[in-house]
């Protein structure tokens, strides 16, 4: 008897010992049926693994500490709050590859789309910026706000809500003739694009948001400007916050409003030309300046702010706006 109990083979048994399990296997098979060993060679098959065996857990673990990441910051930084995100990652795509068959049927066409994909891309990516967590987005929190509790700040939040339901309307006052509402095209939430200091060195570019809605039972329009993006406007040196109210005046016809900038009021009168063109007037100290809306339609629309000094002989252009619909096309 061997060690393990059992006998050694013997030449010319019915029955012969495995050299690896040792378990007797009978004669005349060639191969070991418990761990199928060839008794001729004493060779071993391999062993079919799984990728999990093969492999083990690394690449789920790769997966975990990439995605976990990700969502993290896609969460805390309002990416899944916006809207529009499922379009940015549409435009995000056409930057990166065009589609043969659209290339094919219309090169022409497509280079145009895959140029405008990444130029809308390209100005997300400079606009957009990371919101930190728990800041309020119409602006940075206060140092009592920051103290809150949960149940302060959903307080809070109930008392603005409530608020903006009843300042809000969702349509005109039905005493406003079509013919006479002027800003029907503006309701809504635009990204603007502000151009300051023409033919200088100082001339620039700067991304924001322009928002009109219908108050007040709808008896007035209010619009919020802000450039840059509210959330932005800490790091700002010399941000743009400006807000106009306007109503129809019946007796007289015409729109009347008061822009409110810097802590400044300017009341205006507003007029419009065959065209369609808006005019909005008022005096700011010795300087006239005129706010012309142009271009209007369903996806955008824009703004030419003009000065003169010597009563309309000669106009200085000193801001230009772009403005396009969210979630339709990029600003220029």
Known sequence: MDTKGKPPAEAGA??????????????PAEA??????????????????????????????LGIAVIVPFTA?????????DLNWMERIRVGLLACADPPRRMWEDPEAAAQEQES?????QSWKERKRSRPQGQNPT???????????REQRAARDDRRNYFANTLISERASPRISDSDNWYAPFVGEWEAALVTGFGTDSQKIVQGEWNFSWINAGEAMQDILAVPYLWDSA?????????????????????????????????????????????????DGQSQVTWIYYNIAD???????????????TYRLSAELWAKRRGITAVP
């Open 117 to 121: 994909a990444k130029q809308g891309y």
């Open 235 to 283: 790091k700002a040196k010399n941000p743009l916050r400006a807000s106009t109210l306007r109503t129809y005046n019946e007796e007289r016809g015409v729109w009347e409003g008061v822009h409110v900038q810097a802590g400044r009021i300017f009341p205006f009168n507003a007029t419009r030309n065959p065209d369609g063109n808006i005019y909005e007037s008022y005096l």
């Open 32 to 61: 070991c049926p418990s761990c199928g060993t060839n008794l001729r060679t004493g060779e071993r098959p391999e062993k079919e693994t799984s990728v999990w065996q093969r492999r083990g857990f690394k690449p789920l673990v």
């Open 73 to 81: 910051w896609a969460v805390t930084s309002g990416f899944f709050s």
């Open 14 to 27: 019915a029955s012969l010992a495995c050299p690896s399990c040792h378990t007797m296997v009978k004669l």
């Open 299 to 313: 996806d955008g629309f824009q703004v030419t702010v003009n000065q003169t000094e010597d009563g309309g002989r």
């Open 139 to 149: 602006g940075p929190e206060s140092e009592e706000e920051r103290k809150m509790n």
